[in-house]
């Protein structure tokens, strides 16, 4: 018998139609002869009004209390779901993330699993229930207190806990039919991607892409979990995430052929070089104006930032000058860290000795991700290509072996991405995606 | 040190402001030199708009999935006060209803408490943490699972904590001024009672007085917990219900006399003959017409009715017509088991013989409480006196040592409680109750 978890993000439990809709879904799969484990967020915006509700007693909420609190949502979620499927005439239990035997750091706000050790759950399925848990959330092994695992976090439990229990698939439920080429709303000819290698949906993920959270892609990456992305308001086939999509191809797959010319007809043998284009506008860009051009520089600038545990993205340092022997660093990071960085370089400036310092958060990202790119020359250059031909200015690189990301002005990301999938030949012929509303999470 | 229990009700934390008020509350008392624990009910209307939400996915929520549901509401309420008092720079601390050793019966939605093992709260305090507490809740002995004690429960929670941990008060807060010799919305020149006998308290909940919960009242007599009830809105001393109310008697006491004439001045050397006057409508009245005056036919009726687990209030049995040999019995029962009950003699017909059933909604009860009036005579003579005066109707009769109680239309009941107050002159000269609103719970 097959095991399947079945992750439900909080746009498919918004509301009570919702629940029972999902209910449904569960019924239906455990019907089809499956044992079934649920996880599921909290309903709608309930932890962002949780969130709410503590900023109005105290602007500094302690965070083992805000870990309280925010739980509430996961357990009503939780509870009412398995109400549902019991109405459907089949046996369900809740299970808050304690009682399903998530085992985290003490760290509040953003545990880290340690470890999963799932018996109640096992023996819930032996008895013939299915098992429906408060994603989120974790208890700390060494205070015992209930933890919470970070935003997105819901996904990682699921892909966790299908790992520890030897799962044959996670399926992640969302309100958008899968993975796409590029965002559909940006994009109304994106097609719905298949399958994916885990390694080209990292460098996704990483790109800008919401539906799958980068951690929970690494996870099933180390683990070895397939992953089903798929929509909760309809059967059709998602997008999988295995290590080998190849297999999973299908008839239906994109034919794109790269740089061999967008009209070559025929069944690709090999993976489809170009996965999709991904965009990103959350980051910000500094530049270090004016630094000594000498050993040491550089290391003192990405020092004092990661003594502020700043995380940064692309980093472009230009040749310098021989005139002056000064040089500009520059490199992109979250919005949010943007204050934190520029107190911290402010502190280093004496250190350092640079002139001035420059932030600029109109910026935006746009990745183009292929596993083939690897083997085939010419991708960089049909890029540039595209950007160039819309007037689109390429202020930084960055590449990876399957990845290639600029960085241009903000406005210009839309533009950007329908014209580098336009060149890629992923457009379908028709808009495809349905978007049921929400941020496809 | 001495160690105080508070307990708040809802409306004392119905929003994000009632949750600071009553920080500062807990804050106070600790900074007067207390040990404090704080047990909480959910905000406002949570609990009922999640019994809602739990109606809406199915009209029969599994009562163990019903518990998970409903304690997410305390877990919030503890986890934001908390927040809060930490916010004034006192250190505190949730935990759920589990975590403070509130051992129960399995019985999901109506628990009983078997057994308090409060040693992480024993523990918060010598820590100097304030302990606050999710009331209605507690964890299974047998299951391990979440239970919740049946509503009105929080006040019972935080007096069974009390005795368990041998604290020197249980302070209920509401939102009235204390306990009052009547509804003050009926009766405003009600004057607030300082001190009350355990079985003067008993009375009084039994017979509709909805301050304190009877079960809470129970557990006091019990354990011999010192109750305080009183306003979370200010700092007014309420009303202290214990074993020997007579020693915490003030000057400001009422100096009522009873049957000894309202004019007569000095101080009260016995504690005061009568508490005050309740009212209750939320009973119906059932009348078996016509049943054989034959012994055994009674006993038949009430053995129906117990096996349909319906708890009778009053109960009267006329003498039987001699020409007849027939007689009417009648008894008092909570309108919420009035279809049950008719149900039950439906189907005793046969065995018992009775002509037919009448069913009145339109009845109200009007009691009258006082531990002295068992050494003095004449009280019931004053209280119907008092009744007759205003044209009021007596339709049941029923008493005990301490309370004399009467079954009337419920539109006469206002009058009814007005004139006896004033008979017994329990009115204040002004109007002295402050109401703020909710229905004293």
Not at 59 to 70: F, G, H, V, Y
Not at 208 to 232: I, W
Not at 267 to 283: L, Y
Not at 363 to 385: D, E, N, Q, T, Y
Request: charged share 20%; net charge negative; aromatic share 4%.
């Amino acid at each position: 018998m097959a095991l399947v978890v079945q992750k439900y993000g909080g746009s498919s439990v918004a509301d009570a139609d919702g629940i029972k809709r999902v209910a449904r879904r569960v019924v239906d799969t455990k019907k089809a002869g499956n044992d079934v484990v649920v996880i599921v967020s909290a309903m709608g915006d309930t932890t962002d009004d949780l969130l709410d509700l503590a900023g109005q007693v105290t602007p500094t909420p302690p965070p083992r209390e805000l870990d309280m609190l925010l739980t509430a949502g996961e357990r009503m979620s939780a509870a009412l779901l398995a109400m549902a499927t019991m109405q459907l005439g089949v046996q369900a239990r809740s299970f808050t993330g304690s009682q399903a035997g998530v085992i985290t750091t003490e760290q509040h706000g953003d545990a880290r699993i340690i470890d999963i050790t799932p018996s109640r759950i096992t023996s819930a399925l032996a008895e013939g229930d299915i098992a429906i848990i408060a994603g989120f959330q974790g208890v700390s092994q060494s205070t015992k207190d209930i933890t919470t695992l970070g935003r997105g976090a819901s996904d990682t439990t699921a892909v966790a806990l299908a790992a520890a229990m030897g799962a044959d698939v996670c399926e992640i439920y969302t309100d958008v039919d899968g993975v796409f080429t590029a965002d559909p709303r940006i994009v109304p000819t994106a097609r719905k991607i298949d399958a994916i290698s885990y390694e080209e949906m990292l460098e996704m993920a990483a790109s800008g892409a919401k539906v799958l959270h980068l951690r929970c892609v690494e996870y099933a990456r180390r683990y070895g979990v397939t992953v089903h992305v798929r929509s909760s308001f309809s059967t059709k086939t998602g997008t999988w995430v295995t290590a080998d999509p190849a297999t999973l191809a299908t008839a239906q797959r994109s034919t794109n052929s790269g740089v061999r010319g967008a009209d070559e007809q025929g069944e690709q043998m090999e993976q489809a070089i170009i996965s999709g284009v991904a965009h990103d506008r959350s980051e910000a860009k500094i530049t270090v104006v004016g630094v000594p051009d000498k050993p040491g520089k550089a290391a003192a600038i990405f020092e004092a930032l990661a003594a502020a545990e700043i995380n940064l993205d692309m980093i472009v340092q230009n040749v310098s000058a021989a005139a002056t022997g000064l040089t500009d660093v520059s490199f992109t990071l979250p919005k949010t860290d943007g204050k934190t960085a520029i107190k911290a370089l402010e502190k280093a400036k004496a250190d350092v000795g640079f002139d001035s310092l420059q932030y600029d958060d109109q910026i935006g990202k746009v990745s183009l991700i292929g596993a083939g790119m690897r083997s085939h020359p010419g991708v960089s250059a049909r890029f540039f290509a595209a950007l160039a031909a819309t007037g689109v200015n390429i202020e930084m690189i960055s590449t990876s072996e399957i990845r290639i990301s600029v960085v241009t002005r903000a406005e210009d990301v839309d533009t950007a991405v329908r014209a580098v999938h336009t060149a890629f030949g992923l457009d379908s012929e028709q808009v495809e995606a349905v978007v049921y509303g929400g941020t496809g999470r």
